[in-house]
């Protein structure tokens, strides 16, 4: 049996998860996750709040796994992409564990870990993958010993164009319930505005800062909120599901996936399955348990890595603020435990 503590510190939350490469695999979630009291976050903040907490979740952890570190065969830490202030706690911790406890240390990248927790827990092997969330919007797809990236935002992210327009207009936070974004919960009720708003695909790329200008115009101008949630909400949406169907057309597979914080949305899932369906395809979104970040899925891609050889020498482990998912090499690609 092969055991790898993951740790995750990319944005707003301190996650360490532990796995195994035999049943039940998942041995420990624990995380604590910062919320500002208002406005957006501040990287220095996090960087505090993750100073304080690391700990008592690496400890946490363990108890859940009834695991000592000396247990531990490997530890997996986020180099990337994020916030350089969270980042550097996360990689801080996981350097002082792997040169104290002298075990091998696993570089992994914060997006290939939401595309391999989303295989793991849906059992699909080779998905086209929509990855959407708070800083990211990718559509990525194996090929080359490597994930290609088929279109991104070339602005702001899917979750931020949201949470930007619901803290613009008094709605959030909290942002997120049981699957209902707070744009979802006002749009409840609303219709689609005729008004010409930008619907922006540029080839396979998307751009969202547009539309959200342009929303924001017509909510200082007096139109009805939940018309204004809707007509985002369904334009955005069908820009990130158009581009995920051209590129399952050209790759020609037979499998979608859905991951990233943004990933529990309901809404999103239900146009996802039936674009899915229109391709005869197979659509299965990320365990929502682990759509937001998390350890697991560090520990999870970094078990992966460590069995085919992959790790960094804790003195070289450095930060990559803007590590792209198209940079990485996967040479355990497609493995997976309990495949």
């Not at 909290?174 to 006002?186: E, F, L, N, S, T």
């Not at 051209?246 to 529990?264: D, E, I, Y």
């Not at 759509?291 to 990559?320: E, H, Q």
């Amino acid at each position: 049996m092969t055991i790898v503590l993951g740790i995750e510190s990319t944005a707003h939350t301190f996650g360490v998860g532990i796995v195994s490469d035999e049943p039940p695999y998942i041995l420990a979630d624990a995380r604590r996750q910062y919320v500002p009291e208002k406005g957006g976050i501040l990287p220095r903040e996090v960087a505090h709040f993750f100073s304080r907490v690391a700990g008592e979740v690496v400890g946490e952890a363990l108890s859940q796994a009834g695991l000592r570190m000396g247990d531990v065969d490997a530890i997996a830490v986020a180099l990337g992409p994020g916030m350089g202030p969270a980042l550097r706690v996360g990689a801080t911790v996981a350097r002082a564990l792997a040169l104290h406890f002298r075990k091998p240390l696993v570089p992994v990248n914060h997006a290939v870990a939401h595309i391999e927790v989303a295989r793991f827990t849906t059992g699909l092997e080779d998905p086209v993958a929509l990855y959407v969330a708070g800083g990211n919007t990718t559509v990525v797809s194996f090929q080359g010993g490597r994930y290609r990236v088929f279109g991104e935002t070339e602005d702001i992210a899917l979750g931020n164009l949201l949470d930007t327009f619901a803290r613009e207009v008094g709605i959030a936070p909290p942002y997120v319930v049981k699957g209902m974004h707070a744009v979802d919960i006002c749009a409840e009720g609303g219709s689609f505005l005729e008004e010409a708003l930008p619907y922006v695909v540029k080839g396979q790329d998307v751009s969202f800062s547009g539309l959200l200008t342009a929303v924001l115009k017509l909510y200082r101008k007096g139109y009805k909120l939940s018309d204004l949630c809707y007509t985002l909400r369904e334009i955005a949406f069908s820009m990130v599901v158009e581009v995920t169907e051209r590129c399952l057309a050209h790759t020609g597979k037979k499998a979608v996936t859905l991951t990233g914080g943004v990933a529990a949305n309901k809404v999103l899932n239900e146009k996802m399955d039936s674009m899915a369906r229109l391709h005869g395809a197979i659509y299965k979104p990320v365990d929502v348990k682990y759509s937001g970040d998390n350890g697991v899925m560090i520990a999870i891609t970094g078990l992966a890595a460590y069995k085919a050889g992959v790790t960094i020498d804790p003195r070289r482990a450095f930060i990559r603020q803007r590590w792209r998912i198209d940079e990485v090499d996967l040479p355990w690609y497609p493995w997976m435990p309990g495949r």
